[in-house]
């Protein structure tokens, strides 16, 4: 394999957890909208904590990408 195909590879692969992180937020707003909804005040405090997870991810995965 060349540099030139490592390079490509890695980017591919970036590309594709970018996805999957983007995936993962849109999951977890949806979950939040629905905890929402309900009157559980600790599923909500858990599905923001875990939106929060989500969108670190995602901030990691951009930040891979730029790189």
């Known amino acids: 394999m ?3 195909d490592e390079a ?7 590309e594709q957890r970018l996805l999957k992180a ?3 937020v849109l999951g977890r707003e949806n979950d ?3 905890a929402l909804r309900g009157d559980d005040p600790e599923a909500i405090t858990r ?4 939106l929060g997870e989500a969108r670190r991810g ?3 995965a951009r930040g891979a990408l730029e790189r």
């Open 58 to 60: 995602l901030r990691n």
């Open 47 to 50: 599905f923001r904590e875990r």
């Open 22 to 24: 983007e995936h993962e």
């Open 32 to 34: 939040l909208k629905d």
């Open 8 to 14: 490509a590879q890695q980017r591919k692969e970036s």
């Open 2 to 4: 060349t540099m030139g």
